[in-house]
């Protein structure tokens, strides 16, 4: 391993201090300050180790460490020529070299510039020397050598929770120009990404103050901490870690690309969020080497991602959900009517197909739900209107930030009129609400939005901001600033919608005919909803496949989604793919509870469907839901 010492340009050199002139009967004498010039004091400040970040019970998710650095110390007063300091400095980097069984590159121009503008100052050799490295040799130290200690970050769990952490990067490299008065001992770190940037003025902490003191000749005559440097403040998330480890596990054994997101209900709390592919942000520790950033940008499955927060999909049948409580809120359907499960029904002069062969039958809501039939809510849908739909879908979280403190979150999409006359030169026609009724066309959900939106549900109507971060604290534990929870608005959607809902969704995972059997599990009963959608161009067209919901379903306690991203041209449904990532994380969780018993069928009377009239289309895509036992 090749060594290189830091070496940035010079800085420019403060203007020496102004004097008055002497008047002439004193020209004789010699001014103090001549023969006074080398004996300086230096305040130099010391960076704050910055705050640590933890989860929701304080386990840490980033902190700091001691970093050593090898470095030569010069002689005072420093009386050496060119050549001897040269000399002097090679000595020592041989030497150096020898402890450490590796070439270290530094050249004399860096050396002699070093020497001239702040040999009073240690001049670093080897930087990031290995703790085990340090322990062998700390003693062992030959005269004209020292160690240099500073703060540096890490991320003890790695690269769980990275998307949301983030990383720091140094705001610069050791100066070798003039020493100036409060310049910082080594390097700060800041944040780039993550928490750690929004974050960063209350991670920082605050700087300490080190003197070191010359006299006449330039000699040290004392070096000492007058100020100890204050820690940052600690950031704590709402991030359960356990839950975070079983997510980012389970998107490891069944996703290539992916996100699940876990949230409290009755708070908005985010206990899990996690994407897939991630990466560990120590690589960025103390700094990244050019081709290690490359291999990230380049990554064809994009690692540095947050799929979470920052992607939002087509979100399929999930969608069906937001559209049953318009249709049943706004009165366009009772909970007893009736509408045949076709295999598909003529919009305009456009067939939109069933994601199932052959005809099911009339169903009523919680069936159709369940079952995922896309032409009872092609026919549904219309007859509820694009209005109550669009309006739904914004009461629900859809079409806006969450509002979490992480950089580029993602609106998603709601297609209003508005927007379909700026993209498409037209209004809202009936083709355009039935792909939205099965949520395809221009409809798009972050996972992020979607735990949000079943949250309500789960909760019996309530939007809550979503929270990240609980609140900020001192090393002493003394609150600075607490994130309280907050209701956004109350939903008002009646009991027997939300009845209606909440059966049809645990049927989907419980019932006979559901599309999710796969997320079911033995101890606690599961409710949900499974969703397939095509998105990108039609080259590149891959499918998502979604499963999104919340358990207990008597009592919920946890509101998920998960999607999972296919390949280009790969056959995934949100049954077989997402939903039993979901069951593997609470598989974990509950396997201590006693099993229950799973899989009663919700069977219901088939009524004839009442006509509906034909409209004219855009165009549809139906994804077939996959059924598994």
């Known amino acids: 391993m090749l060594r290189a010492a830091q070496s940035p340009s010079p800085t420019v050199a403060p203007s020496p201090t102004a004097t008055a002139s002497p008047a002439p009967e004193e020209e004789t004498i010699v001014p103090t300050f001549e023969t006074q010039k080398l004996a300086r004091t230096y305040i130099l400040d010391v960076p704050a180790p910055r705050g640590l970040i933890t989860d929701r019970n304080g386990l840490p998710l980033a902190q700091n460490k001691l970093n050593y650095s090898l470095a030569i110390t ?16 090679r000595e020592k980097i041989g030497r150096a070299e020898k402890l450490l069984g590796d070439p270290i590159k530094i050249s004399d121009e860096a050396i002699l510039r070093h020497y001239h503008n702040r040999g009073i100052m240690p001049l670093e050799i080897a930087p990031n020397i290995k703790q ?11 005269a004209g050598m020292t160690w240099r200690a500073s703060y540096i970050r890490t991320y003890p769990t790695g690269k769980l929770a990275g998307h949301i952490i983030g990383y720091t990067g140094r705001t610069g490299r050791n100066p070798d120009g003039v020493i100036d008065n409060h310049e910082t001992l080594w390097p700060q770190s800041e944040g780039r990404e993550g928490l750690e940037q929004t974050f960063n003025s209350i991670l920082t902490g605050k700087h300490g103050e080190y003197k070191l003191t010359f006299d006449k000749d330039g000699r040290k005559t004392s070096e000492k901490l007058v100020t100890p440097p204050v820690p940052g403040n600690t950031v704590v998330t709402t991030l359960d870690l356990r839950l975070q480890e079983l997510a980012e596990k389970a998107l490891e054994a069944k996703a290539k690309r992916g996100a699940i997101v876990i949230i409290e209900p009755k708070s908005g709390d985010i206990l899990a969020m996690a994407s897939c592919p991630s990466f560990d942000p120590n690589v960025f520790v103390p700094s990244i080497s050019a081709e290690k950033f490359k291999a990230l940008q380049s990554d064809p499955d994009i690692p540095l991602l947050p799929r979470a927060f920052r992607s939002a999909y087509p979100p399929g049948s999930t969608f069906k959900i937001a559209v049953g409580i318009a249709a049943l809120e706004s009165g366009a359907v009772s909970s007893h009517d009736l509408y045949e499960c076709v295999g598909g029904i003529e919009i305009g002069n456009i067939t939109f197909h069933n994601w199932k062969k052959g005809d099911r039958g009339a169903l009523n809501f919680v069936q159709a739900l369940t079952e995922s039939c896309d032409t009872w809510f092609y026919q549904v849908g219309i007859k509820t209107g694009a209005e109550p739909i669009i309006d739904w879908a914004f009461k629900l979280g859809f079409g806006a930030k969450c509002g979490i403190p992480l950089r580029g979150e993602v609106e998603g999409r709601v297609p209003t009129d508005d927007y379909m006359k700026a993209t498409h030169g037209r209004k809202i026609l009936n083709g355009d609400i039935a792909n939205m009724s099965i949520g395809q066309g221009d409809i798009l959900a972050t996972p992020l939005q979607m735990a949000q939106s079943v949250g309500v549900v789960a909760n019996g109507g309530t939007l809550y901001q979503t929270r990240l971060v609980q609140q900020v604290q001192t090393v002493e534990n003394e609150i600075i600033s607490a994130y309280q929870v907050r209701a956004k608005r109350t939903l008002d959607i009646s009991p027997q919608t939300m009845d209606q809902v909440r059966t049809g969704m645990i049927d989907v995972v419980n019932g006979g005919n559901g599309t999710a059997h796969q997320a079911s599990l033995d101890g606690v009963e599961v409710a949900g909803k499974t969703g397939t959608a095509q998105w990108g161009p039609k080259n590149k067209e891959r499918t998502a496949a979604w499963f999104c919901g919340f358990l207990p379903a008597d009592d919920p306690q946890y ?12 056959k995934v449904h949100g049954g077989s793919a997402a939903a039993p990532m979901v069951a593997d994380v609470f598989k974990q969780l509950y396997k201590s509870h006693t099993q229950l018993a799973n899989g009663n069928s919700r069977k219901r009377a088939v009524e004839p469907v009442q006509p509906t009239s034909t409209q004219e289309i855009r165009r ?3 994804v077939e839901e996959d059924e598994s036992d």
Not at 559 to 570: C, K, N, P, R, T
């Open 620 to 622: 549809a895509q139906p």
């Open 559 to 570: 509101a998920f989604a998960a999607v999972y991203e296919g390949d280009v041209g790969s």
């Open 132 to 142: 085990s490295e340090h322990d062998d040799l700390k003693d062992d130290l030959p």
């Open 74 to 89: 010069f002689p005072t007063p420093l009386d050496f020529s060119d050549a001897q300091a040269i000399a002097y400095a």
